[in-house]
Nanobody, 125 residues
């Protein structure tokens, strides 16, 4: 069992920024890919971004490309999702997740078997 703890959500005005954090167990980032997902009310959970364990390569959904940045700090066992230029449509519960079955990460939720508890992001004026 891999336990993840997401944090950093909140209320922000359109155009603002937030940084989400995902705390993971020690050494997880050496072997596990990390993904960020979000789920808005009445919608399916969708992949936002991910970072691969083997080489740190990243992927972004088109809807967030150029606005969100995923990064990791292996020493602190943290993965971040920096969200800039936030829009009302970014409002959702954000989840981090992890898996180690694939060489490179993806934002296919079926690939992930361990999930954090979710943190609410609300973008509203």
């Amino acid at each position: 069992q891999v336990q993840l703890v997401g944090s950093g959500g909140g209320l922000v005005q359109p155009g603002g920024s937030l940084r989400l954090s995902c705390a993971v167990p020690r050494f997880t980032l050496d072997y596990y890919n990390i993904g960020w997902f979000r789920q808005a009310p009445g919608k399916e959970r969708e992949g936002v971004s991910c970072i691969s364990a083997n080489d740190g390569s990243t992927y972004y959904a088109d809807s967030v490309k150029g606005r969100f940045t995923i990064s990791r700090d292996n020493a602190k066992n943290l993965v971040y999702l920096q969200m800039n230029s936030l829009k009302p449509e970014d409002t959702a519960v954000y989840y981090c997740a992890t898996e180690n079955a694939y060489l490179y990460c993806s934002v296919s939720r079926d690939h992930y078997n361990y999930w954090g508890q979710g943190t609410q992001v609300t973008v509203s004026s």
